[in-house]
């Protein structure tokens, strides 16, 4: 059995019942299979594949809080720190009643990669609870919130663990989360990102995973000779990453006409009213149901579909394995010509074959989303630095970043003789970069 093979095996027998975190190692290891055995020996008498599947540190905690009728819950918290090898741990919290090890550690992996790809000093980590903020008020979200922070504020900091947001987790619960860590610590530093401006946020970075999401996608059709101008985009989601990536959409020419949340979906053909949809979703906190009081022609659906809607580029920014392979052949039959994830892993395994397999350009999640990951990094800077950038300034170096990613990945895949595969080139990329870190730091 081959080195890779073994650690696969390995990895599912002493992790069961964590299907997400399987998914994510097979896919990573598969595509590096070729580096692997290149150097196979070496890295077989180093152990290196069993360190890089095995988290560096996983901890897991009570969070007690009080609701507004004094009744006290219990919740889960989880940090996953995955690997320090080029930077401190950096990834989000994810506040969603999915959360458990297996989807923690899954998202912490894949975020090693990702953040090797930005090209920046940061490593990979992940956390979050099974606290769902749906329908608490804001008073006892601050109560979850300190609670969740007296407890992760002993293992995290600024050149340590850097968390940011995630599914469930935005500028209100960061706010919350940093005042109880303040006031434990007693220190002012850029231990959270995705701050509130007035004390230390990066402007850009609400914007930066969709508009990063647009940057490299619109660089890989570029590449191909296509203009992203007067394409169709179906984006599923309704969050932060889903409306920002219509926003860039729109004003790169696309027209954008689906969106969805856990619900159901919206079809709009005349292209989504994004003010609409920023006053439902960030105004209101309300359902997508009522998006058809402010457009009367679109069409609201219950439940699954919107890969059904004939379009020429997909965008799915919502949440793990929802585009299925039935999806994926919807979406070939009716004539796309590119699926980039906005999501982490939100193509299932067979889906992205089939795809791939029917000649559809395919970007995933580990460079295609690492816009946010790295204007949080370059939050991180303006915080060490005790400077604030301008709008043009973040934004500009994030279109750097994401085009040098497309290009990253792009050449890895060429070298390995893998021409147009951006899954094994993403992979082989940022592994590569913490591999070169591992190996000069000795077996640690």
């Not at 006892?140 to 947001?165: H, N, R, W």
């Not at 919502?318 to 070939?332: G, R």
Request: charged share 25%; hydrophobic share 35%; net charge negative.
């Amino acid at each position: 059995m081959s080195y890779v093979d073994e650690v696969i095996k390995e990895v599912v027998e002493r992790n069961p019942g964590e299907p997400e975190f399987h998914q994510a190692v097979k896919e990573v290891l598969e595509s590096i299979r070729v580096v692997v055995e290149a150097n196979e020996e070496q890295f077989r008498r180093d152990a290196l594949l069993e360190r890089l599947v095995n988290p560096e540190r996983q901890i897991k905690f009570r969070v007690p809080w009080i609701d507004d009728n004094g009744n006290v819950h219990v919740n889960s918290g989880y940090r996953v720190q995955y690997n320090s090898a080029i930077g401190p741990y950096k990834g989000g919290i994810r506040l969603h009643p999915s959360v458990n090890f297996g989807i923690i550690k899954f998202l912490g992996f894949e975020q090693i990669f990702k953040n090797s790809l930005t090209g920046l000093p940061i490593g990979g980590g992940k956390g979050g609870s099974d606290f769902d903020p749906k329908g608490k008020s804001d008073r006892e979200i601050m109560s979850f919130c300190q609670s969740f922070m007296t407890e992760l504020c002993k293992y995290i900091g600024a050149d340590t663990d850097v968390p940011a947001g995630d599914i469930g987790t935005g500028a209100r619960e960061i706010g919350y989360m940093y005042g109880q860590y303040k006031r434990i610590k007693g220190v002012f530093e850029g231990v959270l990102t995705g701050k509130g401006l007035s004390y230390g946020g990066s402007l850009a970075r609400t914007q930066a995973t969709g508009y990063g999401l647009l940057y490299i996608t619109d660089e890989m059709l570029k590449s191909k000779g296509i203009s992203i101008e007067g394409k169709t985009v179906a984006v599923s989601g309704a969050g932060n990453v889903a409306i920002y990536a219509i926003e860039k959409a729109q004003q790169l020419g696309a027209k954008v006409v689906t969106c969805s949340d856990s619900n159901g979906w919206v079809y709009d053909p005349d292209g989504i009213d994004l003010a609409a949809l920023k006053e439902i979703k960030e105004v209101k906190r309300a359902r997508l149901t009522e998006y058809k009081n402010y457009r009367p022609n679109s069409e609201y659906h219950e439940g699954r579909g919107v890969w059904s809607i004939k379009v020429d580029i997909a965008l799915p920014c919502a949440t793990q394995n929802e585009l299925h392979l039935e999806d994926a052949k919807a979406l070939v039959k009716n004539g796309a010509i590119a699926v980039c994830e906005g999501a982490n892993m939100p193509t299932t395994r067979e889906a992205t074959e089939y795809l791939m397999e029917n000649g559809i350009f395919f970007l995933p999640g580990k460079a295609a989303n690492a816009g946010g990951v790295a204007t949080s990094a370059l939050e991180m800077s303006q915080n060490s630095e005790r400077l604030s950038w301008s709008f043009e300034e973040v934004d500009s170096k994030l279109k750097g970043i994401m085009v040098g990613i497309f290009h990253n990945i792009d050449n890895a895949a060429r070298k390995y003789g893998f021409e147009g595969n951006y899954v094994v080139g993403a992979n082989i990329a940022g592994f590569e970069k913490v591999v070169n870190a591992m190996n000069a730091q000795g077996i640690v």
